[in-house]
C-alpha cells in the first residue's frame, strides 16, 4: 500500500522526539512533492502583530535551508499582506502581474525567476501564525483545485502539529 506524502508527514510529524529543523525539512519535501509545479517551498512565521513574516525554512533547487534574517513587512508589501490575512489564500499564476503579488516584482521575482505563486496561511487555535509558499521557477503554472486542498491539507497538518509541537 502506498503512503501520499502528506499521509507520512502526518505520521513523520507525530514522532515527539524529531527535531525542529527535521520537521521543517519534511514539511517542505512533503508540499513540494505534493504540488505539481512548485519547485521552490517556503514556510514563513508572523510576528505577533501580523506586520512582518520571517523565513523559517525553504526548499529551492532541491536544497533545503533555514534562512536567517529573511523578513518581510507589510508596510513594504500591503496589497500581499492585506489580501493573504483576508483569505487564507492566493492564487496567482502570473504572480508578475497578479494584483496582490506583484509587489514583489520589484525586489524578489525577478531576482530567483518566480513566475507563480501559491500560498496559504497555516493557523494556531484558528489564529494565523505562518504561510506556506508554493512558488514555481521559470515558467507559470495554473494551480490547480486539487493543487490548492493540497495545499489546505498540507496547512492542516503543519497547524495540528503546530500546538502540540511549538512550531507556531
Partial sequence: MDIDSLTQLSINLSNPSLEQSKQLRMVCYAIADTIEGANRVSLWKFDQ???????TAM???GEFTEPEGVVLKAEDYPEYFNAILASDVI??????????????????????NVYSLLDYIFS???APFGIICCESVGEIVQWSDDD???LKRAARI???????????
Fill in 49 to 55: 502583530l501580523k506586520t512582518t513574516i520571517t523565513c
Fill in 59 to 61: 526548499l529551492a533547487d
Fill in 91 to 112: 492564487r496567482a499564476p502570473d504572480a508578475r502581474n497578479h494584483p496582490f503579488t506583484r509587489c514583489f516584482n520589484k525586489n524578489y521575482f525577478p531576482a530567483v
Fill in 124 to 126: 494556531n487555535d484558528f
Fill in 148 to 150: 490548492l486542498a493540497n
Fill in 158 to 168: 503543519v497547524s495540528i502539529f503546530s500546538n502540540i509541537r511549538n512550531l507556531a
